[in-house]
């Protein structure tokens, strides 16, 4: 599995862990650091492959629980794959159904051997083990799949975070005896909530597996944001720094730039395209309801300073207008803009960690 998927780290801040590197896997390389868009479905919402190429993305998320119900990983699989399903030849990254276990708590039962879920479809049970979400994510094709986790709420007590946080480990050590394709890297989830010593715990113990890249779960599940960056700060460190590091479900300005500081490569986050369907632009870090009656009559490009097809083609008034309108068009053209802001948000770190200018560049975001 070394000779398909390395991690080359390329430079180093020299105030910060912050680092810039390349993530090589079957299907092209991530340059890192760098957002993610998530396609739950095996598509980003609302915008087709080749829109989302343009947004400067290089590597998406999908969904092993939400694919494995429809429309079936068997269905994938026959037509060749996800990127062959969904049309996009980039990296691809599926979470386990982990998080589920937490988003979903009200359908679910734990047990050491598995997870039964109710299907929000027809009611029926839904049963996902380690090994049932390795053979739908090998079914599925990704480039990088996520092992099964217990995702602890916020808040938890600290025996009931510890109990998730041990059978996490005991589930990965599952995931890895089942896990079948060398083409696929099975990257290990750092659990253990706000508990920082159960997170450099559960660090050490997973990094001592040797697996091809580690992500910290667990984390905005409610907790402030202070506490995430403590979370980050106290375990990013005892990732081994020759792999990728992933911090997942994180995708606002100020949380990504303190993670990068921290050491982190990876992130992503539902969060441009949802709030793009609630008529929300993300513009320099901040959210604009481009619904309201001001920009009726404004213009001005949704961000002058955005290079995105939307920016450089369509004024607030536009998109507001459709907005308003509930036409679908508003809602793709918020997205491509959204995602473009994340996506060339983390670029723009990359370039200035490459020339050793972080610090003073992303002063604000440090603070």
């Known amino acids: 599995m070394g000779l398909t998927f390395t991690f080359q780290c390329q430079s180093q801040c020299s105030e910060t862990q912050a680092r810039a590197g390349v993530f090589s896997t079957p299907h092209g390389i991530v340059e890192t650091p760098r957002f993610m868009p998530v396609g739950t479905l095996a598509n980003v ?26 429309p079936g990983e068997d269905i994938v699989e026959r037509a060749g794959g996800l990127h062959q399903f969904m ?9 386990s159904g982990g998080f589920q276990v937490f988003s979903l708590s009200e359908m679910r039962r734990i047990s050491e051997a598995e997870v039964t879920f109710r299907s929000p479809k027809d009611g029926a049970t839904i049963h996902l083990s380690p090994e049932k979400s390795i053979a739908i994510q090998n079914a599925l094709g990704a480039d990088v799949i996520m092992a099964f986790d217990e995702c602890p709420p916020y808040p938890a007590s600290r ?16 995931c890895i005896a089942a896990h079948q394709r060398s083409d696929q890297a099975l990257f290990g989830i750092v659990q253990g909530g ?15 597996l040797d697996l091809p890249g580690y992500a910290i779960g667990g984390v905005s599940v409610g907790e402030p944001a202070e506490l995430i960056q403590q979370i980050v700060k106290a375990t990013t460190p005892l990732l081994p720094p020759h792999k990728p590091r992933y911090l997942m479900g994180i995708g606002t300005h100020r949380e990504m730039v303190q993670a990068i500081a921290a ?6 986050c539902v969060i441009p395209t949802r709030l793009a369907r609630h008529g929300n632009a993300i513009i320099q870090g901040k959210r604009w309801n481009l619904k309201n009656a001001q920009f009726r009559d404004d213009f001005t490009p949704v961000d002058a300073e955005c290079s995105c097809y939307t920016c450089q083609t369509f004024t607030r008034a536009y998109v507001s207008h459709l907005l308003r309108s509930q036409e679908v068009l508003g809602y793709t053209l918020l997205a491509i803009h959204n995602v473009t802001e994340l996506v060339q948000f983390t670029q723009r770190i990359r370039a ?16």
């Open 352 to 367: 200035a960690i490459l020339g050793d200018r972080f610090v003073t560049e992303f002063a604000q975001w440090l603070r």
């Open 263 to 268: 050491g982190i490569d990876l992130f992503d």
């Open 194 to 208: 706000v508990y920082l010593d159960l997170r450099q715990a559960a660090a050490r113990a997973l990094t001592a």
């Open 87 to 95: 049309g996009w030849s980039q990296p691809i990254l599926t979470d």
């Open 45 to 70: 919402k609302t915008l087709t492959p080749a829109q989302l190429l343009a947004t400067g993305a290089q590597m998406i998320l999908a969904n092993t629980y939400h694919l494995h119900l429809q």
């Open 159 to 174: 025996d009931a975070v510890e109990l998730a946080t041990d059978r996490t480990y005991r589930w990965l050590e599952r």
